[in-house]
């Protein structure tokens, strides 16, 4: 009997933390177009933004964990905006990285998913964006964001668990190509609120009041991080 457990505990291991076959490179080069096909019109884009809300303030709800704040909840909303309310101290490095966290969470996700996708890790990628969507529901606080997440997880899960491996392949890098690039434009439509004198409390403008350094330095951090994420997973993606 103990036999038998620990096998099928070492199948699991091995399903969900193995290699597979890195995919055609038609498959992720297509991968990448449909991902641009969502980030760059509008319509798609509106839709799909939640992903990136979730991303966003996944990260700033983590920093927050991670710098010894306490999280008392995270808020999703139809707009696609978010928010994420943390205490502890007002000012200091807590308080600015949490801040930080926001923009710059969504392409470092994709820079870290490419990095599995090179290593051949497709369905451990999946689980660890199940678990972390799991983890992040518990700290929902409305309805409308409960049920952003539970649509997402919910469907990373069947991916990870009844698709075929293309499937699974095509969905990872699909969603990878999603973030890097879907993380370079939120900070180009905060770039534009701000030249019509919209987004006053804005990540960048909180930082700017926490640090005494200008909220465009902000905006400028939040451009170079997504740009450089979006060049290096771009080559780990496509192996060059």
């Not at 979730?54 to 010894?68: C, D, K, M, P, S």
């Not at 668990?161 to 180009?188: E, I, N």
């Not at 534009?192 to 005494?212: F, M, V």
């Amino acid at each position: 009997m103990e036999s038998t457990a620990n096998a099928s505990l070492a199948a699991l291991w091995d399903r969900v933390f193995g290699t597979q076959p890195a995919p055609e490179q038609w498959l992720v080069i297509g991968a990448a177009l449909v991902a641009l096909a969502v980030v760059v019109p509008h319509g798609p884009w509106r839709l799909a933004r939640n992903a990136v809300t979730i991303a966003h303030e996944g990260g700033h709800g983590l920093v927050a964990l991670l710098t010894g704040r306490r999280l008392d909840g995270i808020r999703l909303h139809s707009d696609t905006s978010g928010l994420t309310v943390s205490r502890g101290r007002p000012t200091g490095l807590g308080m600015i990285l949490t801040a930080a966290a926001g923009y710059t969470a969504p392409p470092l996700l994709g820079l870290g998913g490419a990095a599995l996708l090179s290593s051949g890790r497709i369905t451990a990628l999946l689980w660890i964006a199940t678990a972390l969507l799991v983890v992040m529901l518990v700290m929902i606080r409305n309805a409308y964001g409960a049920l952003t997440v539970l649509l997402t997880g919910g469907t990373f899960l069947l991916v990870s668990w009844l698709a075929d491996t293309d499937v699974q392949a095509a969905f990872a890098y699909a969603v990878v190509w999603f973030l890097l690039l879907g993380g370079v434009r939120p900070a180009f439509e905060l770039q534009a609120k701000r030249r019509h004198g919209g987004a006053g409390d804005s990540d960048a403008d909180q930082l700017a009041r926490l640090t005494h350094v200008p909220a465009g330095m902000w905006l400028f951090l939040f451009h170079a991080v997504s740009l450089c994420c979006l060049m290096g997973g771009a080559r780990w993606l496509l192996g060059v």
